[in-house]
């Protein structure tokens, strides 16, 4: 039996130690907002975060997950209320939509540690993640509205909530 936190849930599972953690997510906890692309870490459609910090779902074994904090889409809010989630709306980002769970966790992690970015952070950091429909320069600006927000005083406030649910221990 394998213990971890998803989503500030404790969960337990019993499965193969080397079954990818995404396969766990999907089709043993029914979380489906993580999606399944490349399936060798490359594109960034099933980027979660592992306590805090991007990582691809596809590749890590969920032996590598116990005891520690994994935030999946669903994890990033309850009510679409994170700026990401927000400046994704409004700057009309998903085409097909496909990556955009991993898009937005991703840039998430980048605002997390870096609540300033610029063009070049934002474009390295986001390397990693690949839109087939070429949504870039939405993402670009979708990233740049959520770091206005996590910076204004309004938002202030929710960010130490929505950190606290991506970032602390339950």
Known sequence: MLNFT?????????????MPLLWVL???L?????????????CGACTVHLDGQPVRACVLPISTVANKRITTIEGLSEDASHPVQKAWAEHKVPQ???CQSGQ????????????NPSEDEIN???DGNICRCGTYPRIKA????????????????NL???????????
């Not at 130490?160 to 339950?170: K, L, R, S, T």
């Open 142 to 157: 979708a990233i740049k509205s959520a770091a206005k927000m996590l910076r204004s005083d309004s938002s202030q406030a």
């Open 104 to 115: 937005m966790m991703s840039a998430a992690a980048l605002l997390q540690q870096n609540s």
């Open 96 to 98: 097909c939509g496909y």
């Open 6 to 18: 998803l989503n500030n849930k404790k969960v337990s599972v019993d499965t193969d130690e080397n």
């Open 26 to 28: 999907r089709d043993v």
């Open 124 to 126: 390295q950091f986001m």
């Open 30 to 42: 029914g979380e489906t907002g993580t999606k399944y692309s490349c399936g060798q870490g490359l």
């Open 160 to 170: 130490g909530v929505h950190i606290q649910q991506v970032g602390d221990e339950v």
